[in-house]
Nanobody, 115 residues
Framework: VQLVESGGDLVQPGGSLRLSCAAS????????MSWYRQAPGTERELVAT????????YYADSVKGRFTISRDNAKNTVYLQMNALKPEDTAVYYC?????????WGQGTQVTVSS
């Protein structure tokens, strides 16, 4: 199983970014995918989840209305569109797959929101 995140960057408050996570090594379309984030000195927190067919999504209250999770099962990729970014969104963002045998994590991508 391999999860590779990309798209992190330095962006000004109010800006947008789209994170991508390319998955391989498992049947991507069969499993829920999630994005977590971890800021320095804090615990890792769940940001958003999308279920296998994409019909059901979950968002943390802190990002609801600003972030959108989506997936392309043909490309084995999950996305996180982040709009109206705030300094408190600064963190390393991780993609995760909840497989039957356990959870797998990517290496993370840094998002920094600062003027």
């Amino acid at each position: 199983v391999q999860l590779v995140e990309s798209g992190g960057d330095l962006v000004q408050p109010g800006g947008s970014l789209r994170l991508s996570c390319a998955a391989s090594g498992f049947t991507f379309s069969s499993y829920a995918m999630s994005w977590y984030r971890q800021a320095p000195g804090t615990e890792r927190e769940l940001v958003a989840t999308i279920y296998s067919a994409g019909a059901y999504t979950y968002y943390a209250d802190s990002v609801k209305g600003r972030f959108t999770i989506s997936r392309d099962n043909a490309k084995n990729t999950v996305y996180l569109q982040m709009n109206a970014l705030k300094p408190e969104d600064t963190a390393v963002y991780y993609c995760t797959a909840a497989l039957t045998e356990g959870a797998y994590w990517g290496q993370g991508t840094q998002v920094t929101v600062s003027s």
